[in-house]
């Protein structure tokens, strides 16, 4: 199989809406059959990689934060990194830097960089294709 | 050779008077300011972008007045005028009511039933 290299445009905020976890599902997928995947988080999207993220207990579930184990974007965007390492390919993530600052959401997990539209447009213009998920 | 991109903007005042603008349309503009051959298709609710007299000024929370609204058919006539086709869908603004004269000029009309050999025409076709 030929090696691809698959450009994400996301824009949903987390928490707000299941195309997050589609998308996150499309490119766990491409990493794990060895593609390359760079994600351009755009608008509410760039929060998904925000460090201070944390997790909650809920006394609805009636679990405490260890046992309720809330996922947070920011550990799926850990783990798809380790899950490119593992097989071989080559995850890259960046922030609208600007999206960024307007969110105060600078604080972002190890491997994620800032950029602008037209480093979208030079990844896009490298990558066999370019799949946008906006938001609705 | 550079890839041809088509940017189709859909959903229409997605926060924009938080943004200031729409931030696809702004997207367009930055990566036209970049080099990229791109086009724009306003359809849906999103054929409104190209009215003239929208007026979004005036937002107020106590005595913090919000200046520089957004300009949305401002924002498009610029897209324009820095050559980038922008395509708005006919029978969307028949539907809502918007006749010719009510668009900024510029604009490229085109049918529903043209849509697919339009789209066929670039490289990048990106849904927003």
């Known amino acids: 199989m030929d090696k691809k290299t698959l450009t994400f445009v996301l824009m949903d905020a987390p928490y707000e809406n299941s195309r997050t976890t ?75 830097g600007l999206c960024v600052d307007e969110r105060g959401v600078g604080e972002v997990v190890a491997g994620v960089t800032r950029g602008s539209p037209v480093d979208l447009w030079k990844w896009s213009e490298a990558s066999d294709n370019t799949l946008v998920i906006a938001t609705r | 050779m550079a890839r041809k991109y088509l940017q189709i903007i859909e959903t229409a005042y997605r926060a924009t008077i938080e943004e200031q603008d729409d931030t696809c349309v702004w997207i367009a503009h930055a990566m036209r300011g970049g080099g990229a051959d791109i086009a724009v298709l306003l359809r849906g609710n999103a054929v409104n972008y190209g009215c003239k007299g929208q007026d979004a000024s005036g937002l107020a929370f106590g005595e913090k007045r919000q200046s520089h609204p957004p300009d949305l058919a401002g924002d498009v006539a610029g897209l324009i005028g820095k050559g980038v086709a922008v395509y708005v869908v006919e029978d969307d603004c028949a539907e809502r009511g918007l006749e010719r004269s009510d668009l900024v000029d510029g604009l490229k009309p085109v049918k529903r039933a043209g849509l697919a050999a339009l789209l066929a025409g670039y490289d990048q076709v990106w849904h927003w």
């Open chain 1, 22 to 96: 589609t998308a996150f599902r499309l490119i766990d997928s491409a990493l794990r059959k060895g593609h390359d995947v760079k994600v351009f988080a755009y608008e509410g999207a760039v929060a998904l990689s925000f460090a201070r993220q944390a997790q909650h207990p809920n006394a609805v579930h009636g679990r405490d934060a260890a046992q309720e184990d809330h996922p947070n974007p920011k550990e799926w965007i850990v783990a798809l990194q380790q899950a490119a390492a593992q097989s071989g390919s080559k995850l890259e993530w960046m922030n609208c």
